[in-house]
């Protein structure tokens, strides 16, 4: 069975700062992607970054990039130059990639940016 | 394409009353998912569909839950004889076929038992 933790129900970083949510993840799978998603206020959840598990280079997409590190199981999101507009739940999840289709979620950390 | 819509955004029902939910994908996209999401909680698998075929059903899935997808298109979840316990946010997914990045959600509907 899969699981994800995130020990951090709640975040705060001042405007234009970096700031890193932690992720660590459970899984006897061989092969799987991880993700990061955001769910601002208004209810949808919004793709982030995605990694492979055997992916070489950690992955970056624009202000966002993934911390993996696959011995220690974690999978943590960096967000550089916070602006307000990142205030809203992060979620991690895990899929399997060799079988099934559905997504394991963390619990989520909420983030605020403080001006 | 705007994305993907779910209808209604809230839905305020009595205990043991029937509720339906509608989503609808993006066109091109096979592959539907149903999540359920309670109140300070990730969102949680429900069921699976490709195209019209539906391939995975979660043990959440209790027998008062039905979800189709007659056409391969849009999707409907219902909830027959609401319980307090049901109350959640109904997240409705798509993707297409051989993706392994993220999927395209909707905003989801906000089911409130009362």
């Known amino acids: 069975a899969q699981k994800i933790t995130q020990t951090q129900p709640g975040m705060f970083v001042q405007e234009k700062e970096a700031v890193t949510l932690d992720c660590t993840y459970d899984t006897s799978d061989p092969s799987y992607g991880l993700f990061w998603y955001k769910q601002p206020s208004s209810g949808e959840m919004i793709f982030l970054i995605y990694?492979?598990?055997?992916?070489?280079q950690n992955a970056t997409e624009g202000r966002y990039s993934l911390n993996f590190q696959k011995a220690r199981k974690s999978a943590n999101l960096v967000i550089s130059a916070s602006q307000l507009g990142d205030s809203a739940m992060y979620f991690c999840a895990m899929r399997p990639e060799d079988y099934g289709q559905n997504f394991v979620f963390g619990p989520g950390t909420r983030l605020s940016v403080l001006p | 394409d705007t994305g993907v819509s779910q209808n209604p955004r809230h839905k305020i029902t009595k205990r043991g009353q029937n509720v339906t939910f509608r989503c609808d994908p993006i066109s091109e996209h096979n592959r539907l998912y149903w999540y359920r999401q309670t109140l300070g909680q990730g969102p949680e698998f429900l069921t699976y569909f490709q195209n019209e075929a539906q391939l995975e059903k979660s043990r959440l899935l209790s027998d008062r839950f039905s979800a189709e997808r007659p056409k391969g298109s849009f999707s409907t979840l219902e909830i027959q004889r609401t319980e307090q316990g049901d109350s959640a946010m109904y997240l409705c997914?798509?993707?297409?076929?051989?993706?392994?990045?993220?999927?395209?959600f909707g905003s989801g509907t906000r089911l409130t038992v009362v």
């Open positions: 990694q492979g598990s055997y992916d070489q």
């Open positions: 997914a798509s993707s297409p076929d051989g993706s392994n990045y993220g999927y395209t």
